[in-house]
């Protein structure tokens, strides 16, 4: 018996396989090497790897828009165009969650637990959070889930698949729950995710069991063949395929698989949340896109019945749910849920002009989302004392570093706390702005031309009743977005009187060094006064004034700032010049059978 070593394609696997390196590379980091030089290391892989990813794409473009693409490993993986593109946007939008991911406030704390497997309240993270220490494995486990993203929109059968969902998945359960604020409601998330997860998966292989029952292989194309020719066993194939869609758009966050989102959004580091509302969606999208293209079109009268369903619900939902929500995280979530909705009207269209119009929606919402985010991250509370609610930047810059870590709070994620932001912090306001308009597809933003498209190839698709939906449920979830805007620059902050007069020097009372004849005195009592001079006089105490709670927007290194910059600025060039990107996706959006 003699075995016959497979010969692999290094130079197409080159994407990938940079990415999982960095992220192997990142955990051996933090076994072997010392603290003071481990965040540096850990920074120099994490960037280096989605640049390295996207020079690696840039080289095999040419080759792959010439030759269509080549199958790697013997068809388990599938480097075509569709999947250099999905690979390029997540390598694009990681590098953008990481400058958010990587940031660190004035005090030089970031967004995770000094201690993920401390007990939240216990003396042991407090004396962690005291000695300053930082939770660097943050960035390996990042790396190792955008490995699996960027191989899932890639797979060629359906073993690879599963592999490929459960590599991006697990370390996403994990970060979900490191959050520095807020670790109860943090650990819970990764929790519900955690579980709803499992489930998901559960059903995904049930799926591919049932499939792999019908056709006897685990290849797309070999399955493709099978579902050509009319058999007893096709019941059986229509529920696989219908429990494949449900463990993608579970990914996705689509409608009736959607109970996860909020909760994960809500407790996830706020970066996290970025990264995973951004890239999950891109990689789980480019697969759902793959299996419904290649395995099942000829099962289209079937699972379109499932599929509009669920868009229509998606849509709906998303929106109407959202138009109530008062915190902003929670808002963003069934933001993300309504997209997803809008994103599968492309899918339904089963062309290629809703392939491109697909690929290029996510990755203006991709670019938006990484940037909404990035701006919640830096909105903090902050406790003041009540006689001086406002607090100007310039002097919360200047306070020293532990009075910024006891006073700087959590993300200020209610929306009342958002009001006056505009007046306050205009640049950073503008931004938001920026991206909830484009969220809202209003013209001249990206994320217009997206919906156009998206909603474009649904009608040339024959789903124009889907297009209708989404475009009335836009114009419904223009709303919050709007509301949020007026909130932000017409809206006084709480407690803010610009009326406000400060008192003359002549009205002010002559302190007097006095001493109360009962020290034991309780507030509201009256108590006699003894002055120095020997006059006496009655007086009330009252007790002192309390701390209050403000909204600011914390100091940091800048790259966040960063970030939410280049959001801002791809969010504007996509929305007036869209035609090179689109031009650009439309020659390569063909998959391999």
């Known amino acids: 018996m003699s075995f016959t070593a ?52 840039a080289a095999l473009w040419d080759g792959v828009s010439s030759s269509g693409g080549t199958d790697v490993l013997d068809g388990s993986l599938l480097v075509d165009g569709p999947t250099l593109v999905i690979q390029g946007v997540i390598a694009v939008l990681t590098l953008l969650a990481l400058l958010v991911v990587a940031d660190r406030t004035a005090t030089g704390e970031d967004a995770f637990a000094p201690t993920a497997a401390s007990i939240p309240g216990s003396d042991y993270e407090e004396l962690a959070r005291r000695k300053g220490l930082t939770q660097t494995e943050v960035y ?7 490995g699996g993203m960027m191989i899932l929109p890639a797979t060629g059968d359906l073993l690879t698949l599963f592999v490929a969902l459960e590599v991006l998945s697990l370390p996403l359960y994990l970060l979900t729950g490191m959050a520095r604020r807020r670790r109860l409601l943090s650990q819970e998330a990764a929790l519900k995710y955690f579980l709803l997860g499992a489930f998901a998966s559960a059903l995904l292989i049930f799926g591919v069991a049932l499939v792999y029952g019908y056709s006897g292989t685990l ?63 891109v990689a789980a999208f480019g697969a759902l896109l793959r299996v419904y293209y ?8 079937d699972l379109d019945v499932f599929l509009w369903t669920v868009a229509i619900a998606t849509m709906v939902v998303g929106t109407v749910v959202a138009l109530v929500q ?73 306070a020293g570093d532990e009075d910024l870590r006891t006073s700087v709070l959590g993300e200020a994620t209610h ?30 933003t990206a994320g217009f031309i997206g919906k156009f498209a998206v909603f474009s190839a649904a009608v040339d698709g024959g789903a124009w009743p889907l297009a209708l939906v989404g475009v009335l449920s836009s114009a419904a979830a223009a709303f919050f977005y709007v509301r949020i805007i007026v909130l932000m620059y017409f809206t006084p902050a709480p407690g803010r009187d610009d009326a406000a007069v400060e008192p003359s020097d002549e009205d002010a009372a002559p302190v007097v060094e006095s001493r109360a004849s009962d020290e034991n005195a309780a507030p509201g009592e009256d108590v006699a006064l003894a002055g120095a001079d020997g006059s006496s006089a009655v007086a009330t105490l009252v007790a002192a004034p309390t701390a209050t709670t403000t909204t600011t927007v914390v100091p940091s290194e800048g790259l966040a700032a960063v970030a939410i910059a ?27 059978p």
């Open 415 to 444: 929306l009342s706390q958002w009001a006056g932001l505009g007046r306050t912090h205009p640049a950073l306001a503008g931004a938001f702005a920026l991206f909830l308009l484009s969220f809202a597809g209003i013209p001249l």
């Open 6 to 57: 497979p010969e692999i394609a290094w130079g197409a696997l080159s994407p990938v396989v940079i990415v999982l390196v960095a992220g192997i590379v990142g955990v051996l980091v933090e076994a072997f090497v010392p603290d003071r030089a481990r965040r540096a290391a850990q920074l120099v892989l994490a960037f280096g790897a989605p640049v390295g990813a996207i020079v690696a794409v």
């Open 140 to 146: 390996p486990l990042l790396l190792l889930a955008t």
């Open 294 to 301: 290649t395995i099942f079109p000829g099962l289209q009268w």
């Open 326 to 398: 008062t915190d902003i995280k929670r808002l963003l979530a069934y933001s993300s849920i309504a997209h997803a909705g809008f994103i599968l009207t492309g899918v339904v269209a089963l062309d290629e002009a809703g392939i491109s119009a697909v690929l290029f929606y996510l990755l203006v919402y991709g670019v938006a989302t990484v940037g909404a985010f990035g701006v919640v991250w830096l909105v903090r509370e902050r406790t003041v004392p009540q006689a001086s609610t406002d607090v100007a930047a310039d002097e919360l810059a200047e």
């Open 219 to 281: 290849r797309y194309s070999e399955i493709a063949a099978a579902t050509g020719t009319p058999s007893a066993l096709d019941p059986l194939l229509l529920v696989g395929a219908v429990l494949l869609l449900v463990g993608l758009l579970f990914k996705v966050g689509a409608v009736p698989f959607h109970s996860w989102t909020p909760d994960a959004y809500q407790g996830a580091p706020t970066p996290i949340t970025g990264f995973m509302a951004a890239c999950t969606k």
């Open 566 to 592: 280049v959001a801002a600025v791809l969010t504007v060039v996509l929305g007036v010049f869209p035609t090179p990107v689109l031009d650009l996706i439309s020659d390569v959006a063909r998959f391999l």
